[in-house]
């Protein structure tokens, strides 16, 4: 496990920008599994950026962690729009390339089935994290046993009020959402977390120095064998991080 702590997110998304510009120079034909949220806009920001100067993105696979369950794919807080709006309408990915679990399906069972399946196709070469507040990585939520395929969840209380900001109110926010599970994370080749601002103190702290648990799903990276996990000094200040 590396520990990577810069004086700002901006500096940290530049290191984290180059790891995955490597890799899609590197392999034949890379797949990235991708995160959502606050935290990695800004790293799909710069690899637009770097697109713009030159990096192709044309043999790349991708897949999603997660979407949420009954939001359309056009919905504005829907996955599917995110990553648009943030990175595939400025990039020259093929759209047949692009896999992201559908939330918006009569059966929802079957489309985890189906995703697993995409998943054994493409086996992650690098996987971005973000970390929820309590721990969750995609939306694998704590307190369950570890699942190590895509699944149904319904969303904790507390990642509910924290996605909250995302959306009109509290009760707009959906109760459920489909995640890839542990293992192809897992599986991965290498792996990101990117973690910003003192409000993630308590997760990364859990996650790096507590005991692999369920309750926090993050802190199963502790046996991967190519994790680096990228904070800034507000994050590694307030969880005491000895470095
Ligand atoms: C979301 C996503 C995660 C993300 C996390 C943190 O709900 N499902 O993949 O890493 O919560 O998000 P943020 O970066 O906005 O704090």
């Not at 059966?107 to 973000?130: A, S, T, V």
């Not at 995302?166 to 897992?186: C, E, H, R, W, Y």
Request: with cysteine; net charge negative; proline share 5%.
């Amino acid at each position: 496990m590396k520990i990577r702590v810069f004086t700002d997110s901006r500096i940290a998304v530049a290191y984290a920008a180059a790891i995955v510009e490597h890799v899609v120079e590197a392999e034949h034909h890379p797949t990235l599994s991708l995160a959502t949220g606050e935290t990695p806009s800004a790293l799909y920001a710069q690899l637009v950026e770097f697109h713009r100067r030159g990096l192709s993105f044309t043999d790349v696979t991708t897949v999603n962690l997660d979407e949420y369950v009954g939001l359309p794919k056009t919905h504005a807080q829907s996955y599917h729009q995110y990553m648009q709006e943030h990175f595939f309408q400025w990039i020259d990915i093929s759209k047949d390339r692009i896999f992201i679990p559908n939330g918006y399906v009569n059966n929802l069972q079957n489309e985890c089935e189906r995703y697993d399946r995409i998943l054994q196709q493409h086996p992650i070469d690098l996987q971005i994290l973000g970390i929820g507040i309590n721990g969750h990585i995609g939306f694998n939520e704590p307190g369950t046993a570890f699942k190590p395929t895509t699944h149904i969840v319904g969303l904790s209380e507390e990642t509910i009020r924290s996605n909250a900001r995302f959306f009109n109110s509290l009760n707009d926010v959906p109760k459920q959402a489909i995640t890839m599970g542990l293992q192809p994370i897992m599986q991965s080749k290498q792996i990101l977390l990117m973690a910003f601002g003192e409000q993630k103190a308590q997760a990364v702290h859990l996650a790096l120095e507590g005991d692999v648990q369920t309750h926090v799903p993050a802190s199963i990276l502790q046996i991967h064998p190519n994790v680096t996990f990228i904070l800034d000094e507000a994050v590694a200040k307030a969880c005491k991080l000895n470095l």
